[in-house]
C-alpha cells in the first residue's frame, strides 16, 4: 500500500501542476477534441463537396432555364474540383457541355443633321447614328475554346472562376451591354455524356444519384400529395416486418419528432428491402444503433427515395450490395437508443423523411 503522504504530496503536485498549466492544458485539450473534427470535416468536404444556398439557387435557375437537371450542374461543379477529366482528358470538361455564340459589335456614331417642319418652321436637329459592324463571330464549344474567348474578355480564368455558374453569369452580363449578342446553351445530359469513356459515364450517373442524398439544399415538400406505384418494386412499397406498429410518423416526442414508423415483434425477426435498390451503409449511427440505408433510385422525375431500416439486431446484407424488393436484410433487434425490441423505419424522398403509410400496402 502506498504512503498515505506520498499520496498526498502526489496530489499536492498535480495540483500546483495544474494550477501553473491550466492554460497550456486547455489548449491542449482543445486541439486533441478539434483534430477528429477537422479530419472528419476535410473529409466531408473532400468527398461530397457542398453547394451553398445561394449557389443552389443559382443551379436551380440554370436548371430552369435549361433542360438540365441541376445536379448535373453540381457533379460538374465537382468535376472542376476534382480536376479529374481535364487532367486525363483535356477536352473533356466542365464546358463541354456549354454552347456560346457570340458576337461582338464595333458600334459607330455618326453624327446627321436632319431638318423638320414643325408650326409651319424648318427646324434642324442633330442626331446620333449607330452602325453595328460585327467584329467577332463564333461558336465556342469545350474548355479550350471557350477559356481562350473568355480570356479575350478579360475575364480571370482561374480555376476558381471555371465554373458553370460563374460563367454563364459573367456571359449573361456582357450579354446586356450593347456591343455583345451572347447565348449560351447547354447539352443535354445524355448529349455530355455521351463522349464519354465507360469509367466517365459510371461515375458520372453515381454522382448524379448520389448528390441529392446529400445535400442539405435538397428540396422536397413533404406536405406534396404523392400516389405512389404500390405495384413498382422500384420505389419503397411492402412491409419491412411483420409485427404491431408501436409508433406513427409525426409523433411528438420530447426531443424531436417521429421521423419514420415503429414496428414491434420479437428479436431477430426477418427485415426486408421494401424496393430493389442498393445499399449504402451498413453500420451503427447513434440514435438509430444498427442501421441500414438503402438508395432505391432516381425516377423519371427526378424523386430520390433511400429507406432506412433501424435498431437492427444483425446485418445480413454489405455496403455496396444490390438487394431486391423482399430480400432479407438484417434482423430485428433493440440496439441504439430503443426501449425494447423494433424497427423503425423511414422512407426519405430526396432526403426528406415522409410518412412511410403512404408506401405501405
Ligand atoms: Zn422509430
Known sequence: ???????????????????KYWHILLILIFIIIMIPILIFSIAINVLFPQVSREEFKTYKSLTEETDISWDSFVVYDVVRLDNYLKENKPNESVFDFLLVDFKEYEIIETEKEI??????????????????????????????????????????????NMTVKKVTDFLKNLNEMEEYEIETTILSDEEISEDFDEIHKEWFAALIEILPLIDPTSEFDPDEFIIPDLTDPDIPSIWPAGGTVTSEFGERRATHIHKGIDIANNTSTPIRATANGTVIAVGSSGNFGRRIMIYHGTDENGTTY?????????????????????????????????????????????????NPRMFLP
Open 1 to 19: 500500500m502506498a504512503d498515505p503522504l506520498t499520496i498526498i504530496s502526489t496530489a499536492t503536485t498535480i495540483t500546483s501542476f495544474i494550477k
Open 306 to 354: 433511400v429507406t432506412i431500416y433501424a435498431h437492427l439486431s444483425e446485418f445480413k446484407v454489405g455496403a455496396g450490395e444490390k438487394v431486391d424488393q423482399g430480400d432479407i436484410i438484417g434482423l430485428m433487434g433493440n440496439t441504439g437508443f430503443s426501449t425494447g425490441t423494433h424497427l423503425h423505419y423511414e422512407i426519405r424522398v430526396n432526403g426528406t423523411p415522409v
Open 115 to 160: 431638318s423638320k417642319i414643325v408650326d409651319g418652321q424648318i427646324v434642324t436637329e442633330t442626331i446620333i447614328e449607330k452602325e453595328y459592324l460585327v467584329t467577332r463571330e463564333l461558336e465556342a464549344n469545350g474548355y479550350t475554346p471557350i477559356k481562350e474567348l473568355l480570356n479575350s474578355l478579360d475575364y480571370v480564368t482561374s480555376e476558381d
